[in-house]
């Protein structure tokens, strides 16, 4: 049984350019959240997406976007690029609801370096 | 509104000693509370959960935290230290409305070194 898995692992990116990341779910799991995890900080939560739909969003301005696929798999889109952009970005996945859907799991995550 | 307070950026501890990584929380409903680890160039690992049953957690690895409502705290202890349990610990909230999965807010972590 498949974890979390995320794609890139790394990435480097220039200021200004556009940036996507790729999320699939634990077998099972309906549910995607995307959080930003800085340099010796813990992970802000970005956003969450069930059923193709943004659920929850955190405190993240509109350059961050995202999206779900009827597969449940999820991208993370992050426009005009900015050197604070520069992370961790970790996905995890959940059931929205039912037993045991307080429980997050979380992929490997991918390292984002903005020059 | 919630959030977690993680005292101690560092904890450093001898093998075989008694580990403590203290958590405080607030918020506004009952919480679901719980404990992750991350290693170096990894995600998160869950290592427990409180979710309003019983308040003493049993964790992997030997880890366990007791929710305490009056103190509003769920410490994370492990009796005896093992070189292998040097990592960032991170405590977290969410709240479960209607039984739904709601975001996780995140402590700033703390991290155990374990020497010889």
């Known amino acids: 049984d498949a974890g979390v898995t995320q794609s890139p692992t790394h990435l480097i990116k220039t200021r200004g350019q ?95 370096t903005v020059t | 509104a919630q959030s977690v307070t993680q005292l101690g950026s560092h904890v450093s501890v001898s093998e075989g000693a008694l580990v403590l990584l203290r958590c405080n929380y607030s918020s506004s409903v009952p919480p679901y509370l719980f404990w992750y680890v991350q290693y170096p160039n990894q995600g998160l690992q869950l290592l427990l959960k409180y979710t309003s049953a019983a308040t003493l957690v049993k964790g992997i690895n030997g880890f366990e935290a007791e929710f305490k409502k009056s103190e509003t705290s769920f410490h994370l202890t492990k009796p005896s230290a093992h070189m292998s349990d040097a990592a960032e610990y991170f405590c977290a909230v969410s709240y479960g409305a209607g039984g739904t999965a709601s975001k996780l807010t995140f402590g700033t972590g703390t991290r155990l070194q374990v020497t010889l």
Not at chain 1, 40 to 49: A, E, M, S, V
Not at chain 1, 53 to 76: I, K, T, V
């Open chain 1, 18 to 112: 556009q940036v996507t990341l790729r999320c699939s779910p634990k077998s099972g799991h309906d549910t995607v959240s995307w959080y930003q995890q800085a340099l010796g900080q813990g992970p802000q939560f970005i956003f969450q997406y069930y059923e193709e739909e943004e659920r929850q969003r955190g405190n993240f301005p509109d350059r961050f976007s995202g999206h779900q696929f009827p597969n449940y798999s999820s991208e993370l889109n992050v426009n005009a690029l900015l050197l604070g952009d520069s992370a961790l970005y970790l996905c995890a996945s959940s059931l929205l609801s039912g037993q045991g859907s307080y429980e997050q799991y979380f992929g490997p995550g991918t390292r984002l």
